[in-house]
Structure formats: C-alpha cells, structure tokens
C-alpha cells in the first residue's frame, strides 16, 4: 500500500512563499485523482489543490493564482508551491487521494503565515 509523506511545512511572512512536498513510498505512484489539504484551527478541512483523474489541476478559489500543483514521477513526489502567502492560509497541511475509500490521514505539514 503506497504511504503519503508530507514535510515543507513552517513560519513564513505574509507574501512569502513556501514549497511542500508529499513523497510516495511503497510503488511508483501516479498522483492522479490525488491532491492537497489543508485544515485550520476550528475550520473544516478543504482541498486547495489536485490532480484529477486524467491529470489535469485544479485549484479552490482562495488559491488560484497563487499556489501551483506540480509532480516529479522519478522521485515520486508530489509538491505545493504557494506563492504571497496570507495569515489565512495558516493551515496543517495533508496529500491525500480524492477518493475517500483510499484515504489515510497522515499528520500533515504546518504552514504558519505571520509576521
């Protein structure tokens, strides 16, 4: 069963940029149908950005723009680059399948934007 790993996460200033990366371990793994989380403080968790099942991305509205999806296939990783950061995109942030019968929550990655 392939493990989603997340790390990138930390304290960054408003308009700031970070890069998360999500490592596949246990087979070669696609990233279709697969994406990026995120959950803050008393929120709901919501998807911020994925693959679909033919590999084309897309985003919520409140990233757009901002944050871009990308996936390296030779080292297995997934990442999140976000770009001018806000105080709202505080968030843990999770990789995840879009399907929820193959979903494993993992811990995720803090991302702190604050000044």
């Known amino acids: 069963q392939v493990q989603l790993v997340e790390s990138g996460g930390g304290l960054v200033q408003p308009g700031g940029s ?6 596949a371990s246990g087979s070669i793994f696609s990233f ?3 994406g990026w989380y995120r959950q803050a403080p008393g929120k709901q968790r919501e998807l911020v ?3 679909s099942s ?6 919520a509205d409140s990233v757009k ?10 080292k ?3 990442y999140l680059q976000m770009n001018s950061l806000k105080p709202e995109d505080t968030a843990v942030y ?3 399948s879009l399907i929820p019968s193959r979903q494993t929550w993992g811990q ?8």
């Open 32 to 34: 279709y149908n697969t």
């Open 76 to 78: 297995n990783t997934m």
């Open 94 to 96: 999770y990789c995840n």
């Open 18 to 23: 970070l890069r998360l990366s999500c490592a």
């Open 49 to 51: 950005a994925h693959f």
């Open 54 to 59: 033919s590999g084309t991305t897309d985003y």
């Open 65 to 74: 723009g901002r944050f871009a999806i990308s996936r390296d296939n030779a």
């Open 108 to 115: 995720g990655t803090q991302v702190t934007v604050s000044s």
